[in-house]
T-cell receptor
Framework: SAVISQKPSRDICQRGTSLTIQCQVDSQVTMMFWYRQQPGQSLTLIATANQGSEATYESGFVIDKFPISRPNLTFSTLTVSNMSPEDSSIYLC????????????FGPGTRLTVT | RKEVEQDPGPFNVPEGATVAFNCTYS??????FFWYRQDCRKEPKLLMS???SGNEDGRFTAQLNRASQYISLLIRDSKLSDSATYLCAVNERGGSNYKLTFGKGTLLTVNP
């Protein structure tokens, strides 16, 4: 596996503002992903963070709302833009490990509350 | 039909019991299957990958039934520390697509 850290671990933000979440891995990985987990729900994939190119977004998620950067193979950021209370959630990054990168390991998550 | 469905739970079992979770998936082309464990207010942790031949890790056994499109997780001699939410995950599109789709999870509580 890999050691994955996220910053911040939690934040309380006002509506209309933006928050950037950082994800750092202790080794180079090909695949990095961003998920959202709303209270009492399972994980929903937001996007795949591609190194050197634009992220690949899942249905229902757009770049203007969730811009993602992936400057190298160990780091990625997710920004939650123009936040509303509906964005209150846990945001998790994950990395793909293994010969085919199918196994995913998660960071500790960022708990976001929008007031 | 949802892509990945799990037993709704919750499961409440006494220590030492055997408990089994099932998870069905809709895409017959799916290639990779996993069980994750998530403790309250923590991130999911990979518990087991599920292989075609089935695999065992101590008290935990995972099996795959491709014909019926489901995976299962069996926990024997359950411990208090097994209390958690168990999530199944499926690589939905197979091949080189790495996207994992998760079930909603099943909450297990092991009671003394």
């Amino acid at each position: 596996s890999a050691v994955i850290s996220q910053k911040p671990s939690r934040d309380i933000c006002q509506r209309g503002t933006s928050l950037t979440i950082q994800c750092q891995v202790d080794s180079q990985v090909t695949m990095m992903f961003w998920y959202r987990q709303q209270p009492g729900q399972s994980l929903t994939l937001i996007a795949t963070a591609n190194q050197g190119s634009e992220a690949t977004y899942e249905s229902g998620f757009v770049i203007d709302k969730f811009p993602i950067s992936r400057p190298n193979l160990t780091f990625s950021t997710l920004t939650v833009s123009n936040m509303s209370p509906e964005d209150s959630s846990i945001y998790l990054c994950s990395v793909g490990i293994g010969a085919l990168s199918y196994e995913q390991y998660f960071g500790p998550g960022t708990r976001l509350t929008v007031t | 039909r949802k892509e990945v469905e799990q037993d709704p739970g919750p499961f409440n079992v006494p220590e030492g019991a055997t408990v089994a979770f099932n998870c069905t998936y809709s895409n017959s082309a799916s290639q990779s299957f996993f069980w994750y464990r998530q403790d309250c207010r923590k991130e999911p942790k990979l518990l087991m990958s599920v292989y075609s031949s089935g695999n065992e890790d101590g008290r935990f056994t995972a099996q795959l039934n491709r014909a019926s499109q489901y995976i299962s997780l069996l926990i024997r001699d359950s411990k208090l520390s097994d209390s958690a939410t168990y999530l199944c995950a499926v690589n939905e599109r197979g091949g080189s697509n790495y996207k994992l789709t998760f079930g909603k999870g099943t909450l297990l509580t092991v009671n003394p």
